[in-house]
């Protein structure tokens, strides 16, 4: 039979073991994680073109910096060879001018990185089919991996061939799993800890 700190809440950590100052910086973790999955996916499901928006922002900013970085290892990086150095210099401005793009034109650059982002998906699913029909023969049950395989194979040429519809389709799934999980995690930090038989002061 399982001790109350022992069970869901307890996040598989013995309870009755650790500081009352461990337990208040996992519940203080988990409910900040928690909540800003909660408003991400809250976001996601209202507002799901600025929240977008955002997102692209930091990746354009993101960009930038990662472009910065690369040419200042090209350019003050003397113990690489002057080829590598040549090459850290393009890749990073390459990626500086994608990142200046990208925030110059937000709105579009955002869009097109969802229609890549759901386009690769799609075909990563279609070669997952691909390998799961060719492997078939090694799995227990072959008929089911056929058959999974085929799924895969349809879900992902679905994606491909309208990925405006399926981006739409796939972030309020994520945003409601985010919402899902926000909440389940806010409950679990608001909870964490209350099993505890004993109190150890660190």
Do not use: H
Request: charged content about 10%; glycine content about 14%.
């Amino acid at each position: 039979m399982s001790t109350p700190s022992a069970g869901f809440d307890s996040l598989g950590i013995d309870l009755d073991s650790v500081p009352e100052k461990l337990i208040r910086a996992v519940r203080i973790g988990l409910g900040l994680a928690s909540a800003v999955a909660l408003i991400i996916g809250v976001a996601l499901l209202v507002w799901p073109g600025r929240t977008l928006m955002v997102g692209g922002a930091l990746i354009g900013i993101n960009l930038l910096i990662t472009g910065l970085v690369r040419t200042a290892i090209g350019v003050f990086g003397s113990a690489y060879s002057a080829g590598m150095r040549v090459l850290s210099i393009v890749l990073g401005l390459l990626v500086i001018l994608g990142g200046i793009v990208l925030l110059r034109n937000l709105a579009a650059g955002t869009a097109i990185l969802v229609l890549i982002m759901t386009i690769v998906v799609g075909i990563g699913w279609i070669i997952d089919g691909v390998m799961a029909l060719v492997d078939s023969d090694k799995a227990s049950s072959r008929g089911w991996a056929i058959a999974l395989g085929i799924i895969s194979i349809l879900a992902g040429i679905a994606v491909v061939a309208a990925p405006a519809w399926s981006a739409t389709f796939f972030f309020t799934f994520v945003a409601i799993i985010l919402i899902v999980l926000g909440i389940v995690g806010l409950v679990r930090a608001f909870r964490f800890g209350s099993g505890r038989s004993t109190v150890i002061d660190a």
